[in-house]
């Protein structure tokens, strides 16, 4: 499956962003998605994923109560609606497929190339 991140810019602290992880290839509702952010110095991290069908998230702490993670597989699309967001959620966000919905980067064999998030202060 190839994956293709859009949607990042720059936007002010409080402000909202929406990612978007459009899909083709492989069949992708087989796949659960995951969203990663990686600062500069800094090691990648969970965001948030989604399973196949959309019916299970997992978001880590960080980003809980303001980021969004949902899919449109008749779009072959997974979503990360950000808001409230800060400073420290600056990073270039990458999103990933993998056959379950795993926490650990490790479990992601196909990655999309990543979009830039700035948040100004």
């Known amino acids: 499956v190839q994956l293709q991140a859009s949607g990042g810019g720059l936007v002010q602290a409080g402000g909202s962003l929406r990612l978007s992880c459009a899909a083709s290839g492989r069949t992708f509702s087989n796949y659960a998605i995951g969203w990663f952010r990686q600062a500069p110095g800094k090691e990648r991290e969970f965001v948030a994923c989604i399973s196949s069908n959309g019916g299970d998230t997992y978001y880590a702490d960080s980003v809980r109560g303001r980021f969004t993670i949902s899919r449109d597989n008749a779009k072959n699309t997974v979503y990360l609606q950000m808001s409230s967001l800060k400073p420290e959620d600056a990073a270039v966000y990458y999103c990933?497929?993998?056959?379950?919905?795993?926490?650990?980067?490790?479990?992601?064999?196909?990655w999309g190339q990543g979009t830039q998030v700035t948040v100004s202060s």
């Open positions: 990933a497929a993998s056959g379950e919905t795993y926490l650990s980067s490790n479990y992601y064999y196909w």
